[in-house]
């Protein structure tokens, strides 16, 4: 029987939420709720509806049908038919709607935007995929800390992680984000980063440190990275490391991938709807061994790059694979991931 599936917030992420679950063979997309007519819900109705639309806010109602989006029932009409809900809305309100999906007896995934106290577990697929299984209500990681962890779960599985320190270089908004202003300035956040502090959240045996700097761009983050592993490792072999993970990109500077942009363009070129990518992209001529620590960068693409774990969460609230690499396995093959 397929898991039915309903999404919280058809916005940034919500969007590609509902994308994701549609993709995935063993799982039911039942629907979409949001409060109004916003873009992203007026393009669903000028794409012709490809999912049913719930609406939040029942005052909305004749707003939302003015733009054409038929309205399928309430919030708590959507919640009543899912097993799993993946609340996808801003931060704050899905600790209020955290009570509807109680009310029910429902599961509930909640986005990096959330406390990390609305859920039972702290989660990423990767690195703890054995405790989300058959929780009632899992956190996803933050979208710097999840391409993070993939990097950093990913060499402490082939040799060991002592200790991480990372400069996280962070686009300061989403494309459209107009209540963020229009900036020409840098800001730097105090140390440590929240990434760091959430990587040991979810990874305890790893010291980690590391600043953030807020940039005046939209698409993507770059991550530099500093590890030092348990045992010695050659450059070649840590390349070796993420070129076999299914969801980390190595890519060249001399092929053209100079940052943020270049992955954005090529992602569009490639035909992924919006720019979208999933993988984190290592740049390989940043792979570096210096004094035994391992040292790379890497770019985050923000808008997708939580989907992947988001349906591995899906995945072990309800023990649909105990496994952990069979769990993420079914993941990426669905997700179209080496």
Do not use: W
Not at 91 to 109: D, E, H, P, R, S
Not at 266 to 277: H, Q, V
């Amino acid at each position: 029987m397929l898991v039915k599936v309903g999404v919280v917030g058809y916005g940034v992420i919500g969007l590609r939420l509902a994308e994701g679950v549609a993709l995935q063979k063993d799982m039911e997309l039942v629907g979409v709720a949001d409060v109004g007519p916003t873009l992203s819900v007026r393009a669903l109705a000028e794409r012709g509806m490809p999912y049913d639309f719930y609406l939040a806010v029942p005052e909305n109602r004749a707003a939302v049908e003015a733009v054409g989006v038929k309205v399928s029932g309430t919030l708590e009409d959507l919640v009543e038919k899912c097993d799993v809900i993946l609340d996808a809305t801003s931060a704050g309100v899905g600790q209020k709607n955290k009570a509807i999906y109680a009310q029910y007896g429902k599961k509930a995934i909640f986005q990096g935007g959330e406390s990390t106290d609305v859920a039972d577990v702290f989660f990423h697929g990767y690195a703890n995929y054995e405790k989300g299984l058959g929780k009632q209500f899992l956190k996803l990681t933050s979208c710097n800390t999840t391409g993070l962890i993939r990097a950093v779960d990913c060499v402490d599985r082939a040799v060991g992680v002592d200790n991480v320190m990372i400069t996280i270089i962070r686009r300061v908004a989403d494309p459209g984000d107009y209540h963020r202003g229009l900036t020409n300035a840098l800001k730097v956040d105090k140390v440590p980063s929240h990434q760091a502090s959430d990587l040991m959240l979810i990874m305890p045996h790893i010291k980690a440190t590391g600043v953030l700097v807020h940039t005046p761009v939209t698409h993507g983050h770059i991550i530099s990275t500093n590890i030092k592993p348990k045992k010695p490792v050659t450059r070649e072999e840590v390349i070796e490391m993420f070129n076999e993970h299914p969801r980390i990109r190595v890519v060249r500077i001399k092929d053209g991938f100079q940052g943020n942009a270049a992955m954005f363009r090529y992602a569009r070129d490639l035909g992924n709807p919006r720019g979208d990518m999933y993988e984190i992209a290592v740049f390989e001529e940043t792979v570096a061994i210096f004094e035994g620590h391992i040292i790379f960068a890497f770019n985050v693409p923000q808008e997708a790059v939580v989907i992947p774990e988001t349906m591995d969460g899906v995945r072990a609230v309800m023990e649909m694979q105990t496994d952990r690499l069979e769990a993420v396995g079914e993941t990426n093959k669905y997700l179209n991931l080496r």
